[in-house]
């Protein structure tokens, strides 16, 4: 059968190569084709467009791009029409891909959602709207089943597809340090996020902390879709950058800072300390502020239902706070409750295998649509 898959972000390009990489084992006469990144083309998708190209955050910034938001959209519902698929399968990147579901359920196309849209945290009413535009709904996070429960929608849970992603390699701090030219000072790892402008933001935060805290050597994590330059104009040179080494970096380090995103959830299951930092323009946030009510922002604290981690966020995301923050985890207790309250964390995300079980009620139900469709049609 064909795929076509939609990734607009480094996390979602991670999880589509996997989700391809079962897909192909389940049906061996499958064909892929693409919006996403490197590593769903390494794993056999033809790719149309790199999500590169669309990494728009905030208010300002869409109303910025807003004409090469459209055009992408236009471009990737030709390509979709083009290639005519069995299934359409959506990763995550809400914005864009419940716009494109509702197209696709018009023209009746199988319109399959791995990693549902995060409408619990802001617009519940939104349920309402993904129930008439997708028909296969695979959730990830270990509450979602009851708040769908709840608008009467079944939906799947297949589990988080970070377990699968996560290297069980141990790394010694001694042996990263060596591999990278890194002095033998403790390691603080810095995840400002993957977007150009989130980058901006957030790592002159993450920079200003370093001068206070000498006892540490900063490393930043480097995006796989973003450019050495980048951060080089940002410090001025004076951090090291490392790429393609993410978890061996946060397994090596003593703590971490890291963006609000999947990034705290997958520091948290490599079992690393961290601060949680979030910060946008203030309009963006004033937005935001009316429409979440949750509690939390990091993964992390809103599956525990506690905070289990600092978490600064828009005027409390400064270097003053960060550095507080981050000397409470030089606290032996303090690391260790976090450690146990990660612990537990496991226990709530399931067993690995998520990629392979979406990948089984992909196929599955692709496969059973067809053969009603084909039935109907004698």
Known sequence: MKYYLIAGEASGDLHGSNLIKALAQKDENASFRAMGGDL????????????????FMGFFELLRHLFKIKKRFADCKAEIEAFQPDALILIDFS??????????KKIGLLVHYYIAPQVWASRPKRVEFIKTSVD????????????????????????????????DEPQEAEAFKAQHHLDERPIVALLPGSRTQEIKRMLPVMQAVTAELPAYQFVIAGAPSQEKGLYDAITGNQLRVVFGATQPLVKAAHMAVVTSGTATLETALLNTPQVVCYKTSPLTYALAKRLITLRYISLVNLILDRSCLTELIQDGCNPTQLKEALKRLENSDVRDAMLQQYAELKELLGEKGASTRAATAIYENTHSAHLQASRLSQ
């Open 95 to 104: 914005g864009f891909n419940l716009r494109i579901a509702k197209w696709a």
């Open 136 to 167: 296969h709904l695979y959730v990830t996070l270990p509450f979602e089943p009851e708040f769908y429960a709840k608008h009467h929608y079944k939906v799947e849970f297949v589990g988080h597809p970070l377990l699968d992603a996560l290297d």
């Open 40 to 55: 769903m083309q390494e794993s056999g998708a033809v790719l149309d467009f790199h999500y590169k190209h669309m990494g």
